[in-house]
């Protein structure tokens, strides 16, 4: 009986500029092979600490299984650690699509004035995309684009705040900061509010929406706990989805 052969994790070398390093994560993430099982190996709370999330990537690292679009995210998150060049932030998408809605979420990447993505789809142009994209509004118009070519229809893109570098930190990750009703806006007017909030990412001054108020989320996160098991439909989706 052979063994599935086991990827190595890439290694960063200083020759490598960003892009070669983006390409060998990807390269990486496209040997675990995307996760059709319809079962979910490894579980990813949203509201956790990123600590936590770092130990479950880690894990990702050891058991080296098929993997989703979310668990992408947060393994593409522990790969690009250290690279302070590097701006990481999460994408979301919902799209509609014969009767059903569909979820995604892939990491965009920011890095010496250009965007670009890192994750995990069924579909090869709904995952990662090269760091060429002049402004945030053409890369999520890039994805809009490339779900038409399966008739999905963009309902609402959310995107989230830079994470943090600091892999032990106990804040979570903020994953919708901008929540954008895409199809009821003109274009012109999503790449207005989209290149307000990238030039305010860029200078830092967005907090976290919990930093507003920390209570309320607390209490919000507590009423929602139970319900969020129901909530795994989404998650099946998830697997469903074009992602």
């Not at 993505?117 to 760091?131: A, I």
Request: contains cysteine.
């Amino acid at each position: 009986c052979v063994q599935p052969s086991v990827p190595p994790v890439p290694n960063y070398k200083l020759s490598m500029s960003v892009p070669e390093w983006l390409q060998a994560i990807q390269t990486y993430m496209k040997m675990l092979q995307y996760n059709h099982t319809g079962t979910q190996f490894f579980e990813i709370r949203k509201s956790r600490p990123l600590s936590g999330l770092m130990e479950t990537a880690k894990e990702m690292t050891r058991e080296s299984l098929p993997i989703k679009c979310l668990e992408a995210v947060i393994l593409g998150i522990y790969l690009t650690n250290g690279q302070p060049s590097v701006e990481r932030f999460p994408i979301s998408f919902k799209t509609h699509f014969s009767g059903n809605y569909f979820h995604h979420v892939v990491l965009g990447i920011y890095c010496n004035g250009r965007y670009g993505s890192l994750g995990m789809s069924r579909r090869s142009d709904l995952m990662d995309k090269p760091l060429t994209y002049r402004t945030l509004s053409d890369l999520i118009f890039e994805f809009e684009d490339s779900y038409k070519k399966y008739l999905h229809s963009v309902k609402k893109v959310k995107i989230g705040l830079y994470v943090p570098h600091e892999p032990h930190s106990f804040q979570p990750i903020e994953w919708k900061q901008l929540i954008l009703n895409v199809s009821k806006m003109t274009r012109t007017e999503v790449r207005k509010e989209l290149e307000k909030f990238a030039r305010d990412m860029r200078m830092k001054i967005l907090k976290p929406s919990s930093a507003h108020s920390p209570m309320k989320e607390r209490s919000r996160g507590k009423s929602l706990s139970p319900r969020r098991r129901q909530a795994s439909p989404q998650r099946r989706a998830c697997r469903r989805d074009k992602s």
